[in-house]
């Protein structure tokens, strides 16, 4: 990267992260120069009551006046009042009065020093995560600790200083004062600090799904003997749980992983069935001794440690979100949690090429730089497969992705290292972030440019590992089967998003989701379909492509329209009774489905005909 991308960059993340943080000390800071405004007025106002007192005090000679006006403006009323015998006798409101100025300044300065504190720590923290797996693992659980309760602090204090604010502010400076805006800020302080004491003890799940199915430790012999000569090659144990699945990735974790209704404990190998179909034996051998590279260098060990405090950071977060009075303590926490993520990013791509390098050493440089090919090729492949089918607006009457892939990949693959982004294309995880294919290929010793890429994937795999697993061609078919079907749901689900039906088709899929359904009404029903909406005593529909608006004035949905120019009508929904709400609801929906599809029929116009430059 030049210094100029360098400078970008960290200039981006000054404006991103490091300015939007340092909004926390936004209401402390208008806080202590506030309320230290407010105490010196009043000193100010309180010495010119005790002066006028002092001048007409007869029984005071010259000097004497001038030496009791000297004292009192030496020590204001602020400090005498802090004093138990002076303040005694002073009146109660007065008193409440400075103790509240008197407190919210301490609050704002212990607000200020402590987001100062916080900051250099994290700073600290951010730069030790960097070092190493252990020290990025001890920053995040220590900082964790460290935030989470300056957070708390934050939410609570900036609460009470906002609070305070509401009142004072209008009260000092124009002699009213707003009750409703009291009840606002105290609610809003109350909400905040409910919600940030809530998350700190609540614990996320961060259970592991997979779609699967979990290898017989008793069956596929050839299997465990060959994982295990791999794993006496790389120098780590054998994983304790095999899952074959026909997501299109190898990886492996120490996190419990619920599959098939079992739950995986100790290290889980995940492997892809229509992966190691495709690769030649070699090139299983090379992934395979990367993934148990990991386990060799503890990455999954410090991965399982890190994510339920990531989880519970990201929960911490949410509850902050939603919040105004949290809002820059929310700012703050984002900018660790992104910053953190950055360190995280560096240290898990670093991992990566160490498990590149004993995968290579394992096997040779070639067949780990033709396993990568491999398996991104057959990513690229499988995402254009599923992006084609999922952009066509009709009914799928087959999702037939594992038979296009069966049938195409092989093509696909030839002219793979042809592709004029492949240098930035990266294999997909779980859990850690890669670096770009071409990266990796690099420092494995095969760039991109060199004339041995084409070569390595102009032959099929033999499928060496796919053979040694039991019963595989079975399960793989079962599973794509499942995938398939929940593929068409998913496709099927979103079609009356993307459909201004023109046709009897389109309008039966839309119209599947989007029934025509009438509400009864004291005034007439109301009828809506998927296209317009029908109100008891209009001359005709009003079409959803007519609808510039909705609005609710009391219990009247109004609707502005466009016909010969704009127009508004209503609907009194009170007439619907036990269904007012659902009849406003549904309205909503429909115009809303309307509104998505056409949207998405602007987009694909636009895309078609675009803007000449």
Known sequence: MSDARQDFSRTGIFKAFVLPAALVFLIPVVSLLFFRHAQGRFDAQTLESIRQEIQADEALSPEQRAKAIEHFAAHPYSEMIQSEPFASQADSTIRFYYATFRWMIRLAVASIVAGAAVFALAAVFLLLSRRSQRAQYLSLASGWQVLRLFGAFQVVAQGAMVLALSFWVTALWFHVYSLKLIVIAGVLAVGGAFAVLKAIFQRPSVDFHVDGKVVDPGGSPRLWRDLQAICDKVGTRRPDNVVIGVDDNFFVTEAPVHVDGAVCRGRTLFASLGLLKQMSGAEADAVLAHEMAHFSGDDTLYSRKTAPLLARFDNYLAALENNPVAAPVFAFMRGFRALFELARGEQSRDREFRADRIAAEATSPRDAASALLRVTAYSDFRSKIQQDLF??????????????????????????????????????????????????????????????????????????????????????????????????????????????????????????????????????????RCDAVQFADWPTPIAFSEVLGLSLDGHDLVISYNRHGAKTTSIPTKGFGARQAEAIQAVGAYYGRYLAAASHRDEKQAEADPEPV
């Open 391 to 528: 952009g066509r607006e009709r009914a799928l009457e087959v999702a037939d992705v594992s038979a296009r892939l069966e049938a195409g990949f092989h093509e696909h693959a030839r002219g793979f290292a042809s592709k004029p982004d492949l240098e930035q294309l990266s294999t997909s995880h779980p859990f850690d972030s890669h670096p770009t294919l071409a990266r990796r290929l690099e420092a494995l010793g095969v760039p991109l440019q060199s004339g041995d890429v084409p070569a390595m994937l102009a032959e099929p795999g033999d499928g060496r590992w796919y053979a040694a697993i039991d019963d595989a061609e079975e399960v793989e078919r079962g599973m794509w089967a499942e995938f398939e079907r929940a593929f068409r749901d998913l496709h099927e689900g979103t079609l009356p998003y993307r459909l201004l039906p023109e046709t009897d088709e389109e309008r039966e899929i839309v119209t599947r989701s989007f029934p025509d359904v009438v509400f009864e009404g004291k005034k007439g029903p109301m009828t809506l």
